[in-house]
């Protein structure tokens, strides 16, 4: 139900934007408006205005229109000539076209100004150990250290780590890290792209470069047990502190939890120590199938202090002026990255398994609904974005490819004729279709193999 009302919720605030940039624009040229509907189809609901104005909720939600006067579309009274779309100026139906895409814009600048100004929760872009023989191993780069930038882009979280790693890696042959130490000491880590597999990297950037996020070391004590679960039938109780595995001494558990997957199916002996006494408890791991590869489990979980994490969230917030010129500089950031995202995909650079539909946005939308209002919020700031660069494409059939025809006739001094509108009709809905298409598959392909 989260995920349905999540959903909803984001389709009809996202249409309602994009629309309502159309129409307030129209009116603001003297264009008369003659239908303003949420989805398409059959009308459900309607009510008229005073200005003559009907605005609808129609039977097919995803996506909508605004109607407006046109003497292409029909016969228009001699008096209300004037107040036809077609009858504007060339700037005045760039401006009415381009206003819906700008509303989208607008609305993720004014959501993550909101969210700048209010503070970000988040992680600090603080690195693990990395994975042994891995760009990141041979960089140099070091269990604890801050990053700061990236190819001399400031990061100030690891979301923002996230996509930057994201956007250079797909466009540079390598990564600098400029990363601090505890003691405050620079250093620059360059990760050399030239044998990572590209393909990887679109699905899982952080594992072909080796890098990982920090997390503190944590005591090898028994917090949580699976009920019936290997540990708990073999007599391992919350609090036991397993001292060895096997006859290996650990003091960390991510000692024990190597070990342990690594021991599948073989017997294993934890040395434990329970209220002042050591016990000696026998067990064999369930073998678990996880990525194709079979790990051992036992169905324990640690026992983890609140202040252990504290040192690793921070808070992204600005005054006021400062948090309204990063949420300019955020928004940009993302649309151009959409752009190139996008430009990589039809030269064939970028796999259209990146493509996501109505399926995986409702997904995300229930994901960040349940996560709290801030992921919320993000989440409908980005879904704008791309709703907005999507429809700014030079594509017949989406705003941009009416700007295109508009742009056309600036340079010719004349409109574009019908005929080609008409083609350029057709190609468009194939193209359009197309995407759908593979966004469709993508998502069912996701659903399929969870």
Not at 130 to 142: N, T, Y
Not at 292 to 302: D, F, H, K, V, Y
């Given at each position: ?72 579309e029909g016969e228009v009274a001699p008096q209300d000539r ?69 190819n001399g882009v400031p990061v100030e979280s690891w979301q ?121 408890i026998t067990l064999t791991p369930e073998r678990v199938n ?161």
């Open positions: 139900m989260t995920t349905l009302l999540a959903f909803v919720f984001t389709l009809a605030l996202l249409i309602v934007v994009h629309e309502y940039g159309h129409y307030a624009v129209a009116r603001l040229c003297g264009v008369k408006v003659l239908r303003f509907s949420v989805g398409f189809g059959r009308v459900l609901l309607s009510h008229r205005d005073a200005s003559g104005t009907e605005w609808s909720l129609s039977a097919f939600p995803l996506g909508g229109y605004v109607k407006m006067l046109d003497e292409r004037p107040h036809a779309f077609n009858r504007q100026s060339v700037w005045c139906r760039i401006a009415i076209v381009a206003a819906g895409p700008a509303a989208n814009l607008l609305l993720a600048v004014l959501l993550y100004w909101g969210l700048y100004a209010t503070g970000v929760p988040a992680l600090k872009p603080l690195l693990g150990e990395p994975l042994a023989g891995s760009p990141a191993a041979l960089a140099g780069v070091r269990d604890g250290e801050l990053v700061t930038r990236i923002d780590f996230h996509l930057q790693i994201l956007r250079h890696g797909l466009t540079s042959a390598q990564i600098e890290l400029e990363t601090r130490d505890a003691h405050g000491h620079l250093a620059y880590r360059r990760l050399d792209l030239g044998t990572v597999d590209r393909a990887a990297f679109e699905t899982d950037p952080f594992r072909q470069l080796g890098l990982q996020r920090y997390t503190p070391p944590v005591p090898p004590i028994i917090g949580q047990l699976q009920p019936g679960g290997v540990a708990e039938r073999a007599g391992l109780k919350i609090g036991d502190r397993i001292v060895a595995v096997d006859g290996h001494p650990t003091t960390r558990w991510d000692q024990v939890v190597e070990t342990i997957r690594a021991r599948p199916g073989i017997v294993t002996e934890l040395e434990v120590t329970r209220a002042e006494q050591t016990l000696k996880q990525g194709g590869q079979s790990i051992g489990r036992i169905g324990a979980g640690p026992q983890i202090a609140p202040e252990l994490f504290e040192a690793l969230q921070t808070e992204v917030r600005y005054e006021l002026l400062p948090a309204l010129w990063r949420a300019l500089e955020k928004t940009w950031e993302l649309a151009v990255f959409s752009l190139e995202m996008l430009g990589r995909m039809v030269i064939g650079q970028v796999s259209l398994q990146n493509l996501s539909g109505p399926i995986t946005i409702a997904d995300y939308a229930g994901q960040s609904a349940s996560a709290g209002l801030v992921p919320f919020l993000s989440f409908l700031a980005l879904i704008s974005i791309s709703l907005g660069v999507l429809n700014l494409l030079p594509v017949p059939i989406l705003d941009g490819g009416h700007l295109l025809y508009y742009f056309a006739e600036i340079a010719t001094g004349r409109p574009v004729s019908e005929r080609i509108q008409a083609i350029g009709q057709r190609v468009g809905i194939v193209l359009v279709g197309f995407l759908m298409f593979f966004a469709l598959y993508n998502d069912l392909i996701r659903l399929l193999s969870r």
